[in-house]
């Protein structure tokens, strides 16, 4: 059954990445010889962009973007040390199909893990379930810190998306307070990262 509209509109070209999108992009890269998207990349690209958008609910909180910015940095760092290299897993989807890339302080830092679609996050959360110490570590009571026995009981699982990387940490009842709360970046009980840091180098590509 066709999917036209009866007066011959395609509802998936209202899409941002419609079919008439395509075609006029394909258009254009071939009057002007780029390269052109083929058929069978197009919704691969349209679930890359999708990805990308979409927000988690601390992505904008200052404390949470800057543990995520330093997360990225040791990745970053690390990739490009002599002798290192960029370790992908793929237990939950090749490489190639990958939308999203998750990371954290609980894993290596060269290491990341390849994504189909946000919805993995579940299985990332269960991954880290035996990870039972708080990695968040910006509050100045964290038992982390503190050597309080509450150390070993984390609340909460955070995930943090910077572009197409998902950092994720866990978290005890104080660090997740403190985010939760929008104590900020400059409350006196903050601990964490000293500055925001962004790189846009990519070692691995």
């Known amino acids: 059954m066709s999917d036209l509209e009866p ?25 002007t010889g780029g390269t052109v998207v083929l058929p069978e990349d197009w919704a691969r690209t349209e679930a890359e962009d999708n990805a990308i958008c979409v927000e988690l609910p601390y992505d904008n909180d200052p404390v949470a973007r ?9 990745h970053i760092e690390a990739c490009a040390a002599p002798g290192w290299r960029r370790v992908v897993y793929e237990g939950w989807c090749p490489e190639s199909e990958a939308t999203l890339f998750a990371l954290g302080p609980c894993y290596n830092s060269s290491y990341v893990a390849a994504l189909r679609n946000i919805e993995q996050l579940r299985e990332i959360k269960k991954d880290m379930k035996g990870n039972w110490r708080c990695d968040t ?15 070993e009981y984390p609340v909460e699982f955070l995930a943090v998306k910077r572009g197409d990387h998902i950092c994720v940490f866990t978290a005890c009842h104080h660090c997740m307070l403190h985010i ?20 846009d180098r990519q070692p691995w590509q």
């Open 7 to 31: 007066n011959g509109h395609d509802p998936k070209d209202d899409q941002l990445y419609g079919r008439s999108f395509w075609h006029r992009l394909n258009q254009m890269y071939a009057e």
């Open 66 to 74: 800057r543990i995520a910015s330093d997360v990225m940095r040791k």
């Open 137 to 151: 570590l910006v509050n100045r009571h964290c038992g982390s810190k503190s050597g309080d026995v509450n150390a």
């Open 180 to 199: 939760s709360s929008g104590a900020g970046v400059d409350d006196p009980d903050y601990i964490g990262p000293a500055e925001d840091w962004y790189d």
